[in-house]
């Protein structure tokens, strides 16, 4: 396959999955509460990050997106933490030196207890002036070691994992709180985004996308395809190309300020959304089916480029994070091949994809699911799979 000059390839991950959860973060508490398996050290990245930095180089994997845990750099509220400032300054330094190219993410998924104490971003004033104040923080930070932002992970996802009965903390169960955060979480990204922008380095989103596909005339399938459009892909598509945010159970906010956000829209890609007899299904039928409970379809990440590129013609996109979760390499490496020839196709047929981010390096602390579920091109023990050596031949000319 060819790829345009410079195409982007990388991997991605976060603090909490790879450093463990932080003792001031609102997961540490939520793993004590017995809610959710205990991250420990995560997969040791706290400590080995030269090391794995060493070896995405090697196999021309010269981005990375990490996130830099706002629990460990503020515990609390005012109150700054100098070692972990330091740390990921080294993280970063290190990843330069190895001539990784570091993409930092301020939210990917956890907070510091006292910011969801507080209200989290249910509360208005969190969003305009506290998550405001550690954008700004962030950027004065780190902007000098920083080659590019990614704001928040998944925005159209967070709302419905902590306030709709997914099992992320707080643990509500309410749909006027997930309307309300969905609507915070759409502004705070976008507003992170205009601010990022004056660092200089190029923006881009993470919004969790799947193609939604209706395999029924049911009017109940219509309905739930509908209702599933205006929850994951509608907000944001509007924010961005025309300035509206409308989240569903919400009234409309003008933000004209906040159209064209980021640089690049970038999303993460695992499964298609099938939709029968008005519930979700597994698509297509035949799919195998991840241990995370979805179909395994490589070709869906082409219908998902392919409604970008119609919705939003002209603007750069980027695969943000693609990749499975198995306990099978040669699955996995079938499933790149497929996933980067359907990319390729893409891109040859006028769509203009800048990178793919591999989730993830090293296999990693997966949430709800513990050590249970495999997505590393490296093992904990940093032995580099077959299946990394499909990106390396398409990334090393």
């Known amino acids: ?37 205990v ?32 629990a460990r750099l503020e515990p609390d509220q005012g109150t700054y933490d100098e070692g972990a400032i330091q740390h990921y300054r080294d993280v970063l330094e290190a990843a330069r030196v190895a001539g990784i190219v570091p993409w930092v993410s301020l939210h990917h998924f956890t907070l510091p207890r006292w910011f969801l104490d507080s209200g989290g971003f249910l509360l208005e004033q969190n969003r305009t002036e506290v998550w405001r104040r550690h954008v700004d923080f962030v950027a004065e930070t780190f902007g000098d070691l920083v080659g590019g932002w990614q704001p928040i992970n998944e925005t159209n996802y967070y709302a419905r994992a902590a306030y709709g009965g997914r099992g992320w903390p707080p643990g509500h169960n309410d749909s006027q709180e997930v309307a309300v955060v969905n609507e915070a979480m759409h502004l705070a990204f976008a507003e992170a985004a205009v601010r990022l922008k004056e660092t200089g380095l190029p923006v881009s989103s993470i919004f969790g996308l799947s193609p939604i596909v209706p395999r029924d005339d049911d009017p109940a399938t219509a309905d739930m395809a509908r209702s599933l459009d205006e929850y994951y892909w509608a907000p ?20 004209p300020d906040l159209a064209g956000s980021v640089d690049l829209v970038g999303f993460s890609y ?32 082409g219908l998902v480029l392919s409604r970008l590129h119609a919705e939003l013609p002209g603007v750069p ?57 495999s997505f590393g091109i490296m093992d904990p023990e940093r032995n580099v799979r077959p299946s990394a050596r499909v990106l390396q031949r398409e990334a090393s000319p």
């Open 1 to 37: 396959m060819r790829w345009p000059e410079g195409f982007w390839w990388g991997t991605g991950a976060s603090s909490t999955q790879c450093e463990g959860a932080a003792p001031a973060s609102d997961w540490w508490e939520w793993e004590r509460s017995g809610h959710v398996p």
């Open 39 to 70: 991250s420990g050290d995560g997969n040791g990245f706290a400590t080995r990050y030269a090391e794995d930095f060493g070896h995405l180089a090697a196999l021309g994997l010269t981005h990375h997106r990490l996130s830099v845990e706002w």
């Open 236 to 255: 944001w598509i509007g924010l961005f190309r025309d300035g509206v945010l409308k989240v569903p159970h919400r009234d409309p906010v003008e933000r």
């Open 270 to 301: 695992y499964a298609a959304m099938g939709v029968q007899g008005g519930r979700l299904a597994i698509h297509p039928p035949d799919a195998p089916v991840s241990p995370l409970g979805y179909g395994i379809w490589a070709d869906g990440v």
């Open 317 to 373: 996109l980027l695969v943000a994070e693609y990749g499975i979760g198995t306990d099978d390499d040669e699955l996995r490496a079938d499933y790149l091949r497929r996933g980067l020839a359907v990319i390729n196709e893409a891109i040859d047929s006028g769509i203009d994809v800048r990178g793919i981010f591999h989730w993830t390096a090293v296999d990693n602390y997966e949430w709800l699911h513990g050590y249970d579920v």
